[in-house]
């Protein structure tokens, strides 16, 4: 009977219940403090991706605008004025019928033009993204227990 | 003393409570001040700004992927005003590698309403200059000097042609305000284009990913053979200059499938200098005579009503024809272009000799209705429906217009009082070398958009005569030009074709000492891989088809052959055996 007297004020001892309460107080405070934590760490990583998707982007539009401004220039460098000029001063002339051979080629095929192969090639993906961008945490589980546990 | 503590603790508490207290209220009350709101809606704004995306324009390639209409990086030189430290040397400065007046750009400077942050100098400055600024700036910086302080550019595409004039009638142009005018530009305007879009562009890192993707304008590829192209102008350039024509236009199309290979047209113009536009044409139609300006075409429409006699069973290659010489249609007298009488003579013989009276007295044969009916079918009075901007309809009077006449059965019947585009002759004779079916021409070959492809299927405009009519006919144009000796022919090639050699009519009648000259011709006979159609206004050597446009024709058909890598006939019958 005194022992258990003894633990019952010792249970309400002001100085244990205090202590629980600062316990409980710096227990919450950790907590906020680690959420906030998490939270700038999220938030600062998700600026920086943010701010790298924005330059990016940037550069793609700038890439795209060289790609262009070159492909003109290319197309200023071959054309057929350029080009008539250059054979000219190479000494080439213009070919006459009487001067061709012709050779039959059973089953040739002539190449389509570059532009319209790399139009076949460039077909966009429909996903690109990977799982882990797109699945939820119980899509993630279902496929795990479908593989049979985690690997 | 434990008392004493309690209570001091117990003011501290307060007192830090207080000021607490007291930023809390302080908080609450700038946020909803008046300022507070102003500073709100300032944040808004500097929080991101309204972007307007024109999307990159569609480039324009040839069969071949040759470049025909691309982009090119121009700069808009702006100046942040309130970083102008001084505004006299900078005017200065720019106004001499502008190309502007000193006033205009310290104007500009100066003279802004004051609220402007910012102001455009001028815009579409070319990289070179740009490059000399940004050298000059650098050097300034250098030297600490803050003359250039301000000073910036901004990138933006500019629609470019890299072969200048080339096709300059089929293509068209873009002015500044990125709409296109005649041609592919104007036509496929929209797909080209792409839609620009109006986008809230935050600053906020965190929204980066909400910023829409733009699609560039589709990308467009041609039927176009831009060699064939370059040596068809070059041809009818030298045309003009050889016999003395005004204008003229030269079409070359498949007839299998109606793609269009080359189509020139004088004047050209070129596309980077679009300004010319207004000192070059008078008006719309000149701008692409192969298809904007119709005309009375003369005997090449012999093909056309001979056509219909012989689908309607009306006569045979091997039916008579007496000529004197002259015919009376409605009341109205009909002679031969020399006015002279050819004696008997079989339809390869009308067509040979391009007999009108014989035309004409065949035309009678198939009566009125059927005549227009066929003529009808032929698409003649209608647009062929390519896909250029600009196109004529042409005209044919047909019996109940107010306008038509007994007597104009017999002058269509040999292409007088009947105007037409070169495209749309060209289109109803492809009926003649494509088993009785006319094809529409079409200068879209291909569509590239995100990288899938879309082809432009062939499309058939009906079928006005049968197949058996249409190698008939082919033949007796084959033979018809082999026995004329014409100045048409291609040695090593079986060719068809004819000349047309027409009056212009004017307010007062017809012109009696001009003609417009055509020539319609398709090869190899026995498997036509290309149709060519050559037009020359008021030639001044010669007022004869068969001495201007036969010949033009025969080069136009050499160099297509080369180009096409068409071999002579009897290469492809030796292949054909092997």
């Known amino acids: ?110 190449p389509e033009p570059a532009i319209l192969l790399a139009a076949e090639d460039t077909t966009p993906h429909v996903q690109t993204q990977p799982a882990e961008f797109t699945q939820s945490l119980l899509e993630w589980f279902d496929e795990r227990l479908k593989l049979g546990g985690p690997r | 003393m434990r008392q004493q503590y309690a209570v001091r603790s117990l003011i501290i508490v307060v007192g830090l409570a207080l000021v607490g207290l007291a930023v809390v209220v302080q908080m609450v009350r700038i946020q909803s001040s008046e300022q507070a709101l102003i500073f709100l809606s300032q944040g808004d704004r500097y929080a991101g700004e309204f972007q307007m995306y024109y999307p990159e324009r569609g480039e324009i390639y040839d069969r071949n992927g040759h470049l025909l209409a691309g982009n090119r990086t121009v700069y808009e030189v702006g100046v942040t005003l309130s970083e102008v430290e001084n505004a006299d040397s900078m005017a200065y400065i720019l106004s001499t590698y502008l190309g502007l007046t000193y006033e205009d750009v310290h104007n500009k400077l100066t003279a802004s309403p004051e609220d402007w942050e910012y102001v455009v100098v001028q815009d579409y400055v070319g990289v070179e200059t740009v490059e ?15 003359r250039l302080n301000g000073l910036g550019f901004k990138p933006h595409l500019q629609r470019s042609y890299p072969e200048n004039a080339l096709a300059s009638n089929v293509l068209g142009f873009v002015t500044r305000d990125g709409r296109g005018y005649f041609g592919i530009e104007e036509k496929y305007n929209d797909l080209l284009a792409g839609n620009p879009v109006q986008i809230w562009v935050p600053r906020d890192p965190n929204k980066a990913t909400e910023i829409p993707r733009v699609p560039n304008g589709t990308t ?42 080359a189509m020139a047209s004088t004047p050209r113009m070129n596309l980077n200098n679009y300004g010319n536009y207004f000192s070059l044409y008078d008006n719309g139609s000149q701008y692409n005579r192969s298809i904007g300006t119709a005309y009375e075409p003369g005997s090449v429409i012999k093909v056309l009503t001979m056509a219909a006699a012989l689908d309607t069973g009306t006569v045979r290659p091997d039916t008579t024809f007496i000529d004197t010489g002259s ?116 200068v879209l070959y291909s569509m590239l958009r995100d990288g899938h492809q879309y082809n432009v299927p062939s499309q058939y405009a009906g079928s006005p005569i049968s197949a058996q009519t249409a190698h008939t006919l082919n033949e007796m144009l084959a033979l018809s030009l082999e026995q ?50 050559v037009w020359l206004q008021q030639p001044s050597t010669s007022i004869w088809s068969s001495e201007t446009a036969a010949p033009v024709f025969s080069e136009v058909a050499e160099q297509t052959v080369i180009l096409l890598n068409i071999p002579p006939d009897i290469v492809r019958s030796q292949a054909a055996t092997k």
């Open chain 1, 1 to 110: 009977m005194q022992a258990t007297q003894i633990i019952h004020a010792y249970k309400q001892a002001p100085w244990r219940v205090q202590r629980q309460w600062i316990g409980a107080f710096l227990l919450f405070v950790i907590g906020a403090a680690m959420i906030a934590a998490l939270y700038l760490d999220v938030t600062a990583r998700t600026s920086v991706a943010g701010r790298e998707i924005q330059e990016l982007r940037s550069q793609i539009t700038t890439i795209q605008r060289e790609n262009a401004d070159l492909e003109t220039q290319l197309a200023d460098l071959t054309s057929t004025a350029v080009m008539r000029q250059r054979a000219l001063e190479l000494g080439y002339r213009p070919v006459q019928p009487g001067e061709l051979d012709y050779v039959a080629v059973p089953g040739f095929v002539p």
């Open chain 2, 132 to 146: 000399s600024l940004q050298q000059l700036i650098r050097q300034l910086n250098d030297a600490e000097d803050p």
């Open chain 2, 220 to 261: 467009l590829v041609l039927t176009l053979n831009r060699d064939l192209q370059a040596q068809v102008e070059s041809i009818l350039d030298d045309a003009l200059v050889d016999y003395g024509a005004q204008n003229g236009a030269i079409i070359v199309m498949d007839p299998r499938d109606g793609e269009i290979l």
């Open chain 2, 327 to 442: 015919i009376e249609v409605g009341g109205i007298t009909v002679q031969n272009w020399n006015r002279e009488s050819w004696g008997q003579q079989n339809m390869i013989g009308c067509l040979q000799h391009s007999l009108n009276v014989c035309l004409a007295w065949v035309a009678t044969q198939m009566g009125t209705q059927t005549f227009y009916g066929y003529m009808e079918r032929f698409g003649l009075g209608h647009p062929t429906g390519i896909d250029l901007s600009g196109e004529a309809m042409g005209r044919l009077k047909v019996p109940g217009d107010s306008d038509w006449y007994s007597v104009d059965l017999g002058t269509n019947a040999f292409g007088q009082g009947v105007s037409v585009t070169p495209l749309q002759m060209m289109m109803a004779v492809s009926a003649i070398t494509n088993d009785g079916k006319m094809v529409t021409p079409h």
């Open chain 2, 484 to 533: 004329e000796s014409s100045q048409a022919l291609l040695p090593g090639y079986r060719l068809a074709g004819k000349t047309g050699t027409a009056q212009i009519p004017t307010d007062y009648g017809y012109d009696p000492w001009h003609t417009n000259v055509s020539f319609i011709g398709w090869g190899p006979v026995d498997d036509p891989q290309f149709m060519v159609y």
